[in-house]
């Protein structure tokens, strides 16, 4: 096949040169409006996005209830009472807890990563399956769009809401139906902890397939069609059309949707917060973060570690994407 | 009743704490404008520092952001105005908001007074200088509090920081006409009670309608097996962290409560309190352990027959402490360290702690009783005047495990006691209270 991508994005080198050309004849003006362009965004990436990041890893090392001041001095070892302990350095103690004695977090850890494993697993395939098979043009597409679309325009808190009145254990449309809404033989779908992180899995892959399925349109509808119809002519199948030529000319929009399902992955909250509250099998790191900032309990050091953590759990695939990123730009 | 006829959310005040949020979610994705937090109503004018100007006006923050309490706060504002002259300017705040933001709240521009609850909850921000003691107050209104209930108004340090106003008690409930149709007693030991829940589940009930999908309503049954078995003292010792978690009281307490498991609706993990609360309304349960704060308003939410809804005190465990004790959360208000006139805030505390306020407020209340001595309140319900009863009765009234402890223990012990209910056997027993311990020692002492 002819049209790799490279091939279409990069300029010739003459183009290139050129524009290297323009840069040394920049005037004071210019050069203004490059700083400014990019200096403000600086700054402010600096501000609201360093600032807070690097101030929670600082924090992730104290003992603090957000009350009063920060000081250097280190907490005093146990038994001293916790009121006396505030605001002082607690070195990696924090840590420490978290990975031995506090409860919830390893659960919180591999349901994180189960919940990216089925968005990029089930989810996301399942919504560029629904964008293909809509895009082949079947009778009703727009139909199809409409309704798959609709979750998307829905808050997440309103989608556990909803779902509630699906899953609920004695009013619930699902046990109803089975017939099952008696006491004894109900099925708990959000409240038995083997069940619910799959339960609310169901719910956040109805809303991401719509997702990806919108993105993943409007990827198709810009393909070439002559591309299709040369295939066509080849005597290629449907499928090795797809995977052969589609899915390859359309490598920027596959990578905007990794890129879309690690970030909504990651970020997941709202679903599981709005169900139970992250408790009792829905623990999510997001979720333990808030437990222990936001509201009365106030371990502000502790919940900055957790949050330390789900920033260096983020940092993988976000460190994967930019190196690859760079490194084919770097080859263009 | 003038209210029952005004639509409320199924969170009262104090209540569902993450029920509100829901509601709130709700009304930002039908509105599908703003964040979800743009939703929270900040009614009222001042948002905190005004009336400085003026010596005799004051703000009061306050989270009675639902529309019945919104309505009795109101009352009893106009009613403090009247009495002591004093302009008061409310700043009302979304409960679940206000709850979650006391801290910065507190640190920043805070109102003159501010709506709080008893407890651990409020001795945590006296004991951080961010209230003002009020023994001055007290030597005034004392007299018309019982000694429990001055002994709820109390910081660590042993002043005062706290005028209640309201309280409701944790007790069983059940339906009149199941008991009278089906020959129950009430059970006042034990072994009476485990004999009617048997008797029940005979019967086709499910003896109790039990939901903690929400984490915080089975706290309840742990905090009054504890006060049954173990006494106020120990109960209050342990909540401090006094007692250490892997104590043989609370195994004897999870070992009650072992007993009582095969009676108790299951699935509890995944049920909301209001849809176990409608099992008790629609007669398929015998009885709930709750507070009247959310059993008998969700009665009233769902026009279910109030009068039909009755209840008694747990019954008695251990005859050393026969039936003294029970969780009566209870509400009041606090003077902010920052206050800009505290003069003025203290008269109207004053006010607010002679018993006649407490009327004005409760006027608008179906389920919420006043804690003045001789108090006496003509718009009260049949639950109402027993609950006041049953609370007078008590030696000592503990406010419930969320308000009695560090809240991070609280939440600890909300993931532990889930994990006892998926699965009550003695090897998740003793895992828990080592857990539980562990956690404890962090949060207590570092």
Known sequence: MAATPGELTSPPATARRRRWGRVRSLTTIDKLVVVGLLGVPLLLDLFFIWTPALASVVLSFTRWNGIGGLHARACSPPPAPSILQNGCWYGVQNYHQAVTIYPPFWPAVVHNIIWLLVFLTLATPLGILFAVIIDSGIRGSRIYQSVLFLPVMLSLALIGIIWEFIYSQNYGLINTVLGRAGNANAIDWLGNPHLNLWAVLVEGSWRQAGYVMVLYLAGLKAVDPSLREAARIDGASAWRTFWRIIFPVMRPINIVILVVTVIESLRAFDLVYITNGGFNGLELLSVLVTQNIV?????????????????????????????????????? | MSDSSVPRSLTQANVGRRGL??????????????????????????????????????????????PAPKQAFAALVTGATKATGTKITINTVDHNTFQQNISSYLQGTPNDLFTWFAGYRMQFFAAQGLATPIDDVWAKIGGNFSAAAQALSKGLDGKYYFVPIYNYPWVVFYNKSTFKQKGYTVPTTWDQFIALAKKMKKDGLVPFAFADKDGWPALGTFDIINLRLNGYDYHIKLMKHQIPWTDKGVTAVFNQWLELMPYLQSGANGRIWQDAAKTLESKQAGMMFQGTNQVAAQYVTDKAPLGDLGFFPYPVINPAWGQDYMDAPTDGF????????????????????????????????????????GLSVPSYNSIQTTSVQAISTCKAVSQFMDRDTDPAMANAMITLIQQFINNPTASTISTIQKSAEAQAKTIFTG
């Open chain 2, 334 to 373: 606090m003077l902010s360290a920052k206050a800009k006139n505290p003069a003025a805030a203290k008269k109207v505390l004053e006010y607010i702690g002679a018993s006649g306020a407490e009327a004005a407020y409760l006027k608008y209340d179906e389920w919420d009783v006043g804690l003045a001595q």
């Open chain 2, 21 to 66: 949020l829901k509601g709130l979610a709700g009304v930002a994705g039908l509105a599908a404008a703003g964040p979800v937090l743009g939703a929270c109503g900040s009614s009222g004018s001042s948002s905190g520092g005004g009336g400085g100007g003026s010596s005799n006006a004051i703000t009061f923050g306050s989270n009675y952001s639902d």
């Open chain 1, 295 to 332: 509201g009365e309990v106030q371990r502000i050091g502790f919940g900055s570690a957790l949050g330390v953590v789900l920033l260096v759990i983020s940092l993988v695939p976000i460190t994967i994407f930019l190196s690859q990123t760079f490194r084919r730009e770097g080859r263009a």
